[in-house]
């Protein structure tokens, strides 16, 4: 596989990974020209802090079965916001109210929405 097709096949095992645990508000941004940080946003809600919890975890068992580096991952320790870097794709996991409060969604409002991955 070509390297953006590696791409589009890491981020459909990772929303496939959040929709196992019931991600809820699930949205993929495409930054590609916008940032150099990240070719695609996945940002999902979990109602309670073990379903943060639980969508984080199936995510990064999902990258070390299918061979992903996981580049780093912060703020599973309060399971308010959770944020996983796969390199070309960055995974954030809030909880309904941070989600509210940072609305990182209309700072990247820039960003094509994927309708389909």
């Not at 019931?22 to 999902?44: M, P, Q, W």
Request: glycine share 6%; charged share 30%; aromatic share 6%.
């Amino acid at each position: 596989m070509k390297g953006q097709d590696l791409v589009k096949k890491l981020l459909t095992a990772v929303v496939d990974a959040a929709e196992d645990k019931k991600a809820h508000d699930l949205i993929t941004l495409d930054l590609n020209g916008l940032s150099l940080v990240a070719d695609y946003f996945v940002i999902c809600t979990g109602n309670s802090d073990t379903q943060v919890l639980a969508i984080s975890t199936e995510i990064r068992k999902m990258a070390a079965k299918e061979g992903y580096t996981i580049r780093g991952v912060e703020g599973e320790n309060t399971a308010r916001w959770v944020l996983i870097d796969i390199g070309d794709v960055v995974v954030h996991i809030f909880h309904r109210e941070e989600r509210e409060y940072y609305n990182i969604e209309k700072i990247w409002s820039d960003a094509k929405v994927v309708e389909s991955v």
